[in-house]
């Protein structure tokens, strides 16, 4: 503290006694009372005053310490530092402060922290510099006694000898015991007798009456510490019954007149050695003393401990490796940092390696297989940073070069505390196993291509021209993750095709989900594809996901996508354009990954000419259009198709139908069928639940509403008025060789948008670039 803190002087008594001596004088008396350690220096920093309380301290006379003669009482090892410390702070005119071990005047050093601030007058110029010392030998020793330990720790796992260790530890007490010194015995394994191991300052005198030393009452405080298993303190030796004459003139010969010992101990009471202090003068230990001791005595036994436990390791570890080089696996042991200690026998024939070569960085590069390097690094790392078992599948190089599959499996090795000090992986060969897991494998794939094949893309049945253009339609964009507007008829199987779609792609493992635009109303459709919040509308008790989240990293189908309201279909824009989208009553955006297919029965660019449908949102999904054929375009499916169907039907009813009539035959193929394929297996249905017998047969009057062949009420062209059509467009192609867009093109001929003759050009099937040459 310095005095203007501690109220002894205000500033305007600083003031009032700047330049006076008689105020001067005053001053110091009132220093002299403080009961610390205080003075007063000129601004130059040399000393002016002492008060008493230093003077007592250091024995310093007020002569010895006036001017710079106060320095003989620092810490030689400490004075250039503190000088140091002191000319920056006169520099500055700047408080300060900094620590050194001061002599008291019995010559033991203690550490002090040192304060000074300036005294200005006036004009701001130092006029004097008053300061202050506080004892703080108590923290530094308790810091000394934590870096101690950690100092100790450091070396054990840097793998120093305990000798070292030992003589290190004394080293750092030994600077606070000064002018005394310190010893470390350890115990002979008979338990019989102590050796020296560690105290560097040991007087060579003084080493043959310590080791060996007897275990004994009487055999000084290291044998009594450790007979008796507690702490002996001697405090004079001349006096002290624990000291033969023998050995008490040995201690007189080498400057050893007080001693005190701590006993080194387990937990179990085993007395490893013993930690000694030796004073030159008879004294009491203090408090600090005796927790010295004690302090040191443990950090020992931590030292000790772990020397004793790294020994026993390496004993079973050289049994272990005995054993695993007769293991006929490939054995490989770890550190807890992931570096390889050694590979057993097996291991080193099979790769055909040098004990040398398992210890170097390169090791994985050498025997793994390339493709197998950056993934053991990455998945063993986090393996080990756990403690629990794990296993991974490697290919490992043999002597010959060739490559083999490994399943590696890590095991942990614990110390007697539970902590894990080794892995051990051991190597079993899966290769058989791996081949045959990849033969079934190639042959799984193989067996679903040819599936794939014989079905025919699922329940797509039929061979026409017309239906292998689609199916070919199919193959190709099936891979990509391009949008598909699909276009038909009703009943012509537009779901059935962009199944098959879904099927082939690289989603197909993820969800298909369907929604029939045409049947969900309007003001729920919006809620219907991107779900809502709780409270959005009346009736929305709780959030709901919508069917694009539904199908996040799959597909979706909107089938009867030209019945969706104007602002749906902005919506469904925005997901097409930006892949995210808003629930309803949320402003948040969620990213999406779906693909989209859409299908109708409708003319789109019907619906965008007068207005129904947006031409932007056309453009985006009619990126890859597929017209799905109706059955009168594929008459020569129609066999097929009805023998599949009452194969289905029969076994359903769990009828037998071998045959179909002649007539029946001849019927379905006469039939305009407006309803498709799926009125065609309608009536297929109806038929197998009236036949009685084994043949299948059809009632004529079935069919008569269709028997004129008038065209169906759709937008699609059929019968004579699609012959018509035909004629006029490939016409009009003919007259501009092949060109549907611009001023001379197909569609400027017919006044038609290029949209809507490419539409009807697909749905006709015709060859537009046959017309270019």
């Known amino acids: 503290m310095d005095l203007e803190q501690s109220g002894a002087l205000s500033r305007g008594d600083k003031r009032a006694f700047d330049d006076c001596d008689q105020q001067d004088a005053y001053f110091h008396k009132i220093i002299d009372g403080i009961p610390t350690i205080a003075w007063c220096n000129q601004p130059d920093g ?7 309380r230093w003077r007592d301290y ?5 002569e010895q310490g006036h001017g710079w003669g106060w320095q003989a009482a620092i810490h030689p090892d400490d004075l250039d530092r503190l000088m140091a410390t002191w000319e920056a702070l006169l520099a500055q005119g700047e408080p300060g402060e900094v620590e050194a071990r001061l002599r008291r005047s019995d010559g033991v050093y203690r550490w002090f922290v040192f304060r000074v601030e300036p005294l200005r007058n006036g004009t701001r110029r130092v006029v004097r510099w008053y300061g202050t010392g506080t004892d703080i030998e108590d923290r530094k020793r308790a810091e000394s006694l934590r870096a101690a330990e950690k100092r100790t720790l450091e070396m054990i796992a840097d793998g120093a000898s305990l000798d070292d260790i030992l003589s290190d530890l004394c080293r750092s007490i030994d600077v606070q015991a000064s002018p005394g010194f310190s010893t470390i015995l350890l115990m002979d394994p008979d338990g019989k007798r102590l050796w020296h191991a560690a105290g560097p300052l040991v007087p060579r005198g003084w080493l043959p009456a310590i080791t060996p030393r007897p275990i004994g009452p009487r055999e000084g405080c290291c044998g009594a510490a450790a007979y008796l298993k507690k702490r002996v303190i001697v405090t004079d030796v001349l006096t002290d019954p624990v000291w033969t004459d023998k050995h008490r003139g040995l201690a007189i010969q080498n400057g050893i007149r007080a001693a005190w010992s701590e006993p080194i101990l387990t937990k179990d009471g085993q007395v490893l050695g013993t930690f000694a202090l030796y004073s030159p003068e008879p004294r009491v230990p203090t408090v600090a003393d005796l927790e010295l001791i004690e302090a040191a005595g443990n950090i020992a036994l931590i030292a000790i401990s772990r020397q004793r436990s790294q020994e026993a390791l390496r004993k079973s570890e050289a049994e272990l490796r005995r054993i695993t080089d007769a293991i006929p696996q490939c054995i490989t042991v770890i550190g807890v940092d992931g570096r390889r200690l050694y590979a057993n026998q097996v291991m080193l024939e099979y790769t055909g390696v040098s004990l040398e070569d398992v210890t170097a960085a390169d090791f994985n590069e050498r025997v793994l297989h390339p493709d197998d390097v950056e993934r053991l690094q990455a998945d063993r790392q986090l393996g080990l940073s756990g403690e629990v078992p794990f296993e991974l599948e490697l290919r490992l190089r043999r002597h010959d070069g060739k490559y083999r599959w490994f399943l590696i499996r890590y095991n942990s090795f614990r110390d007697e505390h539970g902590r894990v000090i080794r892995w051990y992986a051991t190597g079993t060969d899966i290769d058989a196993r791996k081949q045959a897991e990849e033969r079934i494998q190639k042959e799984n794939l193989a067996l679903r291509e040819e ?5 025919m893309f699922e329940e797509i049945v039929g061979s026409s021209t017309a239906l292998r253009t689609v199916l070919s339609q199919v193959a190709k964009v099936a891979p990509t993750d391009s949008t598909v507007l699909i276009y038909g008829e009703t009943g012509t199987g537009k779901e059935l095709v962009a199944r098959a779609i879904h099927a082939k792609s690289k989603r197909a493992t993820r ?6 635009c045409a049947a969900i109303p309007q003001a729920l459709i919006t809620s219907e594809l991107f779900g809502h919040e709780k409270g959005a509308f009346t009736g929305a008790l709780q959030r709901r996901i919508g069917r694009f989240e539904s199908a996040d990293g799959g597909t979706l189908f909107l089938d009867e996508v030209g019945d969706l309201p104007a602002e749906t279909q902005i919506a469904l824009l925005r997901v097409l354009q930006e892949r995210e989208f808003e629930r309803v009553g949320s402003n948040q955006p969620i990213p999406v990954d ?11 660019t019907a619906a965008v000419a007068n207005g129904s449908f947006r031409m932007d949102l056309f453009y985006r999904l009619n990126v890859f259009p597929i017209g799905v054929p109706s059955l009168r375009e594929r008459a020569d499916d129609i066999r097929l198709l009805l023998e599949y169907f009452v194969e289905r039907a029969a076994k359903r009813s769990g009828k037998k139908i071998k045959q179909i009539e002649k007539k029946t035959l001849d019927l379905f193929k006469a039939y305009r069928w407006p309803g498709n394929v799926r009125e065609l ?3 297929v249905e109806r038929a197998v639940i009236l ?3 084994d043949t299948l047969s059809v009632d004529r009057t079935w069919f008569q509403h269709g028997s004129s062949g008038s065209p169906p009420p759709a937008e699609f062209l059929n019968g004579s008025l699609a012959n018509r059509e035909r004629e006029m467009i490939e016409a009009a192609l003919r007259g501009s060789r092949g060109r549907v867009a611009g001023p001379s093109g197909a569609a400027s001929k017919l006044g038609i948008p290029r949209q809507t003759l490419d ?3 697909a749905t006709l099937g015709i060859d537009k670039y046959r017309f270019r040459t």
């Open 46 to 52: 040399s000393n002016d005053f002492l008060n008493r």
């Open 511 to 516: 969800a298909f989900v369907r929604v029939n």
């Open 594 to 604: 779906v693909r989209v297919l859409a299908a109708t029965n409708r003319d789109l």
């Open 451 to 455: 599936i794939d094949r014989s079905s």
């Open 691 to 693: 036949c009685d017998g």
């Open 759 to 761: 539409s009807k050009i």
């Open 58 to 62: 250091t024995g310093l006379s007020v």
């Open 681 to 683: 297996q309608n009536v």
